[in-house]
């Protein structure tokens, strides 16, 4: 039997943070990406990771950032894991001294297994709808596209919400799924019980 990892992104309030840890969330995520609705500022979201208790990781998600305002996040915010949600390239990603993981932006056409190539230093490849703004958009994209044999952990999003994601873990086998519109009553607030329910459904797909 897998364990399918799950990431929660996009909080912003304490009550958020303690539903996602209480349901079983293995990562919190903190957009740090201005123009998006979920976005937290560096003394927000250090006391939002304070809350998190040991081995639940928290994730700091950056679009097209200037290296000082990574650095900056990284120093003042408790973050274990950076993902790169823009057009990084490997080394923009690779210079804070962290792990990280990049999202691919899926539309036809696109090589995942270049990408992932061009990306050598990630831990993971996380997988996202074309969407204008770079991401959070709440789309699904074709999951057909994804090519067997990825040589990288994939971590799938991009649409998921409670009714799917049984199906698209079925389906796609990643080692893990992130998740920030599904799970929302408003963007940026979280919905305890879509949250429980998004993590039931992964649990039913790992058997
Ligand atoms: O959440 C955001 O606002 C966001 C902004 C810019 C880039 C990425 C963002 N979130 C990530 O987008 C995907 C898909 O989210 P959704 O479930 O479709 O809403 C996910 O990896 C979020 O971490």
Redesign the pocket.
Known sequence: MSRTRI?I??LTRPEDVRAAVAAGADAI?F?F?PP???HVDFERAAALAALLPPFVTAVG?F?NAEEAFVRAAVQRVALQLL?F?GDEDEVQCARYGLPWIK?ARVRPGVDLVEFSASHPGARGI?L??FVD???????VFDWSLIPDGLDRPLVL????DPDNVSAAVRRVRPWAV?????VESAKGIKDARLITAFIAGVRNADG
């Open positions: 990431k992104c996009g995520g957009v990406y998006s609705p979920r998600l679009v993902q949600h999202a996380l996202d709808a703004g770079y991401g959070g958009g709440g789309k999003s991009g649409g998921l992130d998740v920030s519109s599904g």
